[in-house]
């Protein structure tokens, strides 16, 4: 079992930035591939950004290429979103998910763990 406590989130302005962080539980982290999603209301949730188990590979959205960075510290079993250039739009829930498989995965159904996510507000 793995669990995953997002933290970092809160309202920001337009324009700025913010770092999510995702602490995970269990000896076999490093091992997993790791993502961010996010649902904004009335939405489905929808992938933002993935990471393999050593971190040398890395994907993204489209909706936030060249705004975000994902990276991890197997050491201490935590996952980051760098995000900058914050636009309204970007607004959500966003969850850490976890997935028994070393590589990226795009899609919520390849993961099998999820965090109980961090509200991310961006004020226009």
């Known amino acids: 079992q793995v669990q995953l406590v997002e933290s970092g989130g809160g309202l920001v302005q337009a324009g700025g930035s913010l770092k999510l962080s995702c602490a995970a539980s269990g000896r076999t982290f490093g091992r997993y591939g790791m993502g961010w999603f996010r649902q904004a209301p009335g939405k489905e949730r929808k992938f933002v950004a993935g990471i393999s188990w050593s971190g040398s590979s890395t994907f993204y959205a489209d909706s936030v290429k060249g705004r975000a960075t994902i990276s991890r510290d197997n050491a201490k079993n935590t996952v980051y979103l760098q995000m900058s250039s914050l636009e309204p739009e970007d607004t959500a829930v966003y969850y850490c998910?976890?997935?028994?498989?070393?590589?990226?995965?795009?899609?919520?159904?390849?993961?099998?763990?999820w965090g109980q996510g961090t509200q991310v507000t961006v004020s226009s």
């Open positions: 998910a976890a997935r028994t498989e070393s590589y990226i995965g795009a899609r919520d159904y390849e993961y099998d763990y």
